[in-house]
């Protein structure tokens, strides 16, 4: 075919390829086995140790502290998707879901929180760790000072070096 | 309506007054009491400013003066604060905070007649940004001739420099048509020649290098993949090959075959998203349809193997987050090989449209000699018949074990940087298959590893630009200086000289012949004042009047 029309041979192509768009959401799914979308966290399975936290790149996940309570809030809205958190997660409480269809018009849609029971320091009253992790903790370690499981980074810290001091 | 009898017994108790006319009085006002006195009118509805003036009378009284006019609608009464200000103190409170029309008044009279207001302004609001420092053209120390000799506007040196006694300037940005990214191009023609262009860019700078000193290192892979929409993974590589190199980590070989695979899915996504943009620029719609319809298998691909379309979030320090079993091998094969066979057929003919052809050959022309000497990278310099590519030179993750030779042309023009991006295709088709077949059993990402602190590492990948590098210098928890070099930064210099002598049609494909990237090389603040081609960016400034404005 001479060069100058060689370009006709679109054509074909064209109607042989047909319609390539899909009619979202009506036919088959659009991501494949895996994709990673929106993460699911377990609120059973959590205990609020927050290393999810710790290495969320854009921050998506914080632990926000109300009250009594402590709250592990998951803003769908800055989630990059990378699925680090379901990585990190020492009680494999979460997990990563195919979910992708995000768009709300309720900014509240775009939170889930966890929510956890906090435990008060025996002695300044602080509130310094989710009740589940302490108990966690607890079943793991069998040493754990049960006199001094209940007091604070601080307090327990004192009390560590007074009793030190003290002469026997 | 307000007690306005109030408002004239306290200014005239507060000031000595004098009428102008029937309608008008003038009072005269210590600029120490300007702020209360704006206060108070500004309580009082109805009154608004209606112009303020600046003006040199040092010859007639030794002052600075400023004449503030405010207007009482319904009473069709003018009042005048006069404000006198000493030479020696050309200072004034602003009011700018209680009568917010007097923003732009305020930044003109500081522009124009140098008068100091106690708020933070931008330089030059009305002047040009290459206006003499301490020159304010509206005192009376300077005449018209004056100020002529003083500055001669920069295009009309330009024109002059480029010897063209009608040259015309014509924008392209601050926002490129097709590219949609910020960047802004001067152009000067003649007819429809193009005899000179300055470049402005900068526009979009992030701090991305200084937000990642606070974050940790398995997470700046994540930012740094932002760097770039459409070719980010090869900057978490390179950031990932600057630690581990730092800190002498071995990553498993298998690995290094899958960051590879992937940097070669993303070479051909990019490129054929490349090709797809040119034909749409020089008009030739179907052939960027089908650009895009054969990539989307691509882009599928890609996130079957690592979960995502783009940034693709499987690189970490020491490896990668995700493998690639004998099925996705299997598919990935087979999407290849369909891919070759349409890519084929369809570029063999979009490449022979007589009008395709003719608007790529011989335009955006960049001999070797240049690109040689401003160490341009990727297909921009290999289009010029330079072999420069880093996966060869500098051979990294797994091209070490796969043979790489660069696609060259030597024509230097659109169609050579078109034809190198077109071979790299099937390139790196070719190479896919190999490292799929070779690629190693063995774990995906070393068990652990300890950060140091001040150790030096270089990453640099092929990415489809160009060369990406990145300089790391660790620190305990996180990089202590993270420094980016993306290609577009290498290859921007280049495109004025492509666009010289060029026509003016041409002139959006040969910047976006480059392929370059903005966003990418306006991440860091290198800005050098003094050099020639890239100026300073008033946009920084541009901003801060306009939000000043709107206040």
Known sequence: ?168 | MPDYQLLYKYLRNIASSEPIDENTEKFVLQKDHLLEVAKVISRFEGVYLRTMTASDERNVNGFYKLYYVFGIDSLHKNIVLEVPIPEKDASAPSIADYVRAADWYELEAHDLMGIQFSRELPQNFVLPEDWPKDVYPLRKDYSIEDLVKLYRPRIEAQAREIGAEAALLIPIGPYHPALHEPEHFELYVVGEKIVDVKYRGFMVHRGIEKLAESMKYDQVPFLAERICGICGYVHSTSYCQAVENALKLQVPERAEYIRSIILEIERIHSHLLWLGVAFHLIGYDTGFMHMWRIRENVMILAELLTGSRKTYGINIVGGVRRDIDEEKIKKCLAVLDNLEKEFKNLIDIALAVPQVKSRLRGTGYLPPSEAAQLSLVGPTVRGSGLPRDVRRDYPYAAYKYVGVEPVTRSEGDNMARAEVRVGEVFQSIELLRQLLDKIPRGSIALESWEPEANKHGIGSVEAPRGEVIHYIITGRLSPYRWRVRAPTYQNLPAVPIMLRNGDLADAPLTIASIDPCFSCTDRALVIDLKSGKSRSIPLVLLAQKGFGALR
């Open chain 1, 1 to 168: 075919m001479i060069d100058m029309v060689k370009f006709v041979k679109v054509i074909p192509i064209a109607s042989k390829v047909g319609t390539v768009t899909i009619r979202y959401p009506y036919d088959k799914p659009l991501v494949t086995e895996s994709f990673r979308g929106a993460i699911e966290i377990d609120p059973a399975k959590c205990v609020g140790c927050g290393a999810c936290t710790r290495i969320c790149p854009p921050k998506a996940l914080t632990l926000v502290q109300e009250g009594n309570t402590l709250i592990l809030r998951y803003f769908v809205g800055r989630c990059i998707f990378c699925g680090m958190c379901a990585d990190v997660c020492p009680e494999k409480a979460i997990t990563i879901t195919k979910e992708f269809e995000l768009a709300t018009d309720q900014i509240h849609d775009l939170y889930t929180d966890v929510e956890h029971e906090l435990v008060e320091c025996e002695r300044c009253g602080t509130k310094f760790v989710a009740k589940k992790l302490l108990d966690k903790v607890k079943s793991i370690v069998e040493v754990l000072p049960e006199d001094r499981a209940k007091l604070c980074p601080n307090c327990r810290r004192l009390e560590t070096l007074s009793r030190a001091a003290t002469p026997r």
